[in-house]
């Protein structure tokens, strides 16, 4: 008989060779002697990549380094759906504006309540930073919401910063958005400075506890003009607004003025006239321990009450008589805050604010004379990305002619954070 003789060479070969890579393997995976499984199987990899990582840690918390460059950018913002119960009449929906509510012998003070439930705040951001500090800092910041006409996403920061210097459109000099109380409302306090509009910016820290800041703001006038005079509000200046901060630890004091011009610009036989507006804001964040928190304000000013939340859009910076006669309108308005942090998860907040218009001969009888509000609230995080509260609230307005009305809203929100 005849044996056939199969080469082997080859064979031998192949299996030295997948013998000598595997003892290689273990080596770089941790796993046991020859002939044993690594410790864990699946952490058998091909190894790790030579080369830089794709995706890296950025200069600032939740951003990430855009690679062959010194930026770093961060995406965020949030999702939010409102559950919103009004139990009495009150002109907006989404917001509480206690300037929409009726008052006793309107014609919308027979209206009954409401259920509202919208995601029109959810928001969306782009901050991009570089790695340079003091005046060589460089920041740019976009973020947009969808409070606009029919759901329309709309601009509510666009800035940039380097160094000092700030352009763009943010929260107003004048106002101070870390006194603000902790709301699940929108709308806030109305008895807060809340105002977002273009500026140019100059800020400057003298040292680890003061500094100091200027700007020039987008002026918007707002008056009502007689029906015998033809023309309009406008100002040929800008705002001007500056503060002095003084900071500690987490809470700081800040005091914010105001200078700005009102002018009614005429046509056809209508003459032009001008008057100075003016106002100063007082600001505190205190922490009383290490889980709970006073913040404050008190506002007064001539011709600033476009700069109150609930005074805003009113038409009550100045009165222009049918004369062509114009003077500021005198404001006061003033907001305390509590917030209290339960436990790792669960935090509530507690506001309380007003606002009053002056009297003045020119006002309707219908014209605001006092707002007010109180809102509390229980917030809990159940997780990191997600917070799930609910709010009561109820206000008040009061018109000149001494009629009142007031509304009760209850408000859950869940938000689900973008990073």
Not at 10 to 39: D, N, R, Y
Not at 134 to 147: I, P, Q
Not at 311 to 335: E, F, H, I, P, Y
């Amino acid at each position: 008989m005849v044996r056939r003789v199969v080469p082997c060479g080859p064979l031998v070969v192949l299996l030295l060779h997948l013998t000598m890579a595997s003892a290689v393997a273990g080596q770089g995976t941790g796993g046991g002697p020859s002939g044993e499984p690594p410790a864990d199987a699946a952490a058998v990899t091909q190894g790790a990549p030579s080369g830089p990582k794709v995706v890296e840690e950025g200069l600032f918390p939740k951003s990430f380094k855009i690679p062959g460059t010194d930026l770093s950018l961060a995406v965020g913002g949030y999702v939010k759906v409102d559950f919103i119960q009004d139990f009495s009449g009150i002109g907006d929906a989404y917001e509480f504006k206690t300037n929409s509510i009726p008052v006793a012998g309107s014609s919308a003070a027979d209206q009954s309540g409401r259920t509202t439930i919208h995601a029109r705040e959810t928001r969306f951001n782009l901050d991009l930073r570089s790695n340079g500090t003091g005046t060589h800092h460089f920041r740019a910041f976009v973020e947009g919401d969808f409070y606009g006409d029919g759901n329309a996403f709309r601009m509510r920061h666009a800035y940039g910063e380097f160094g000092p210097l700030l352009g763009g459109q943010t929260w107003s000099t004048f106002q101070d958005i870390n006194a603000r109380g902790l709301t699940i409302d929108f709308e806030g306090p109305d008895g807060e400075v809340f105002v977002r509009q273009a500026m140019i910016r100059f800020t400057h820290r003298i040292d680890d506890h003061w500094s100091v800041a200027v700007a020039a703001e987008n002026p918007s006038p707002q008056f009502a003009v007689p029906g015998n005079l033809t023309g309009s509000a406008r100002a040929s200046m800008p705002d001007i607004p500056a503060y002095v901060r003084y900071q500690r630890g987490g809470g700081h004091v800040q005091v914010a003025g105001l200078v700005r011009q009102l002018r009614f610009d005429g046509t056809d036989d209508s003459e032009d006239s001008t008057t100075a507006g003016w106002g100063v804001n007082t600001t505190f964040v205190l922490p009383v321990t290490a889980n709970y928190q006073l913040l404050g304000q008190f506002a007064i000013g001539d011709g600033t009450a476009r700069y109150i939340e609930g005074l805003s859009g009113q038409n009550l910076d100045a009165v222009l008589t049918s004369t062509g006669a114009m003077q500021g309108v005198r404001t006061q308005s003033g907001n305390l805050a509590y917030i209290h942090k339960w436990s790792p998860t669960v935090k509530s907040g507690l506001s309380f604010s007003t606002s009053f218009v002056a009297d003045d001969a020119a006002l309707s009888s219908t014209t605001i004379d006092r707002l007010m509000d109180v809102r509390g609230n229980v917030i809990w995080t159940p997780y990191r990305l997600v917070d799930i509260g609910g709010e009561l609230l109820w206000g008040e307005r009061r018109s000149k002619s001494g009629a009142s009305g007031d509304a009760w809203r209850f408000q859950f929100a869940i938000i689900y954070r973008l990073n």
